[in-house]
Nanobody, 124 residues
Framework: QVQLVESGGGLVQAGGSLRLSCAAS????????TGWFRQAPGKEREFVTA????????YYADFVQGRFTISRDNAKNMVYLQMTSLKPEDTAVYYC?????????????????WGQGTQVTVSS
């Protein structure tokens, strides 16, 4: 199975940017669709974005509104989430996830593999 480790979270002011990274090990990342989810305090975990195994297709939650970009480097077994124009409501723990299914499926079906999460805090 694949292991996922996130990094890059932190504290940023509203309007700022952050880049999250997810390092995969144990299996070749190109075998998995990957994505990012988030969970804010007192709320359920929600889908943010997903990218297909090849990187050719991406999906985003409506609330992203063009502010976030997911990408992957299969040669390095890495997935990235570039976040810009951050808002206080983006504050959450962000989780990297992987699935042997498709990026399309990840929008509505919990993936099989999860990282431990990284905290993103956006101050107003």
């Amino acid at each position: 199975q694949v292991q996922l480790v996130e990094s890059g979270g932190g504290l940023v002011q509203a309007g700022g940017s952050l880049r999250l990274s997810c390092a995969a090990s144990g299996r070749t990342l190109s075998n998995y669709a990957t994505g990012w989810f988030r969970q804010a305090p007192g709320k359920e975990r929600e889908f943010v974005t997903a990218i297909s195994k090849s990187g050719a297709t991406t999906y985003y939650a409506d609330f992203v509104q063009g502010r976030f970009t997911i990408s992957r480097d299969n040669a390095k077994n890495m997935v990235y989430l570039q976040m810009t124009s951050l808002k206080p409501e983006d504050t959450a723990v962000y989780y990297c996830a992987a699935s042997i299914s498709t990026a399309y499926t990840m929008r509505n079906t919990p993936p099989e593999y999860w990282g431990q999460g990284t905290q993103v805090t956006v101050s107003s």
